[in-house]
T-cell receptor, first 113, second 109 residues
Framework: GAVVSQHPSWVICKSGTSVKIECRSL??????MFWYRQFPKQSLMLMAT?????????EQGVEKDKFLINHASLTLSTLTVTSAHPEDSSFYIC?????????FGQGTRLTVV | GQNIDQPTEMTATEGAIVQINCTYQ??????LFWYQQHAGEAPTFLSY??LDGLEEKGRFSSFLSRSKGYSYLLLKELQMKDSASYLC??????????WGAGTKLIIKP
């Protein structure tokens, strides 16, 4: 099956700094990538849909200036958490679309201290 | 290594019951999720199990056996709109999600 690689797997950063998370489709081109946030033992929350070559579509309640998404190529989308705060500590997951399916990355555990 | 297995495809009849199985092997375990995904859409949350047993939620139920590394999703009174992919995902000791490839469920009239 298709592989989606997410990097880093975990990151610890200081409050006020920015963190970039990469999502790569390794063996296919993804015109659409999804970014999710997962709180412990809860459902995935869709944050935004990233479309190659155009602006991301953010879900209601997600601050687009805080969570910057760049989908610069058909194999790479990045999520940058700007001016991170402890409440941004969470598990972030990306998925990449291929035809009518979506394939998921391993997730990134972000801890802001 | 870490692994999730679930059937690739299943077919069932409208009004019937279907059980989708999922077996997992992970480094530690912090729960198991089931998601439903319709073609072209983002997945939606169905259930989360961390303790052994059956949890019922309307037409959908999810079962977990930690000792066996096994879960199933039970769908009752199947409707045509239940045609979708069903994804099983386990949370390992580092809270990394290990995803199954999904089971495509086809409902026939």
């Amino acid at each position: 099956g298709a592989v989606v690689s997410q990097h880093p797997s975990w990151v610890i950063c200081k409050s006020g700094t920015s963190v970039k998370i990469e999502c790569r489709s390794l063996d296919f081109q993804a015109t659409t990538m999804f970014w999710y946030r997962q709180f412990p033992k809860q459902s995935l929350m869709l944050m935004a849909t990233s479309n190659e070559g155009s602006k991301a579509t953010y879900e209601q309640g997600v601050e687009k200036d805080k969570f910057l998404i760049n989908h610069a190529s058909l194999t790479l989308s990045t999520l940058t958490v700007t001016s991170a705060h402890p409440e941004d500590s969470s598990f972030y997951i990306c998925s990449a679309g291929k035809e009518t399916e979506a394939f998921f990355g391993q997730g990134t555990r972000l801890t802001v201290v | 290594g870490q692994n999730i297995d679930q059937p690739t495809e299943m077919t069932a009849t409208e009004g019937a019951i279907v059980q989708i199985n999922c077996t997992y092997q992970t480094s530690g375990f912090n729960g198991l999720f089931w998601y439903q995904q319709h073609a072209g859409e983002a997945p939606t949350f169905l259930s989360y199990n961390v303790l052994d047993g059956l949890e019922e939620k309307g037409r959908f139920s999810s079962f977990l056996s930690r000792s066996k590394g096994y879960s199933y999703l039970l769908l009752k009174e199947l409707q045509m709109k239940d045609s979708a992919s069903y994804l099983c995902a386990a949370l390992d000791s580092n809270y990394q999600l290990i995803w199954g490839a999904g089971t495509k469920l086809i409902i026939k009239p």
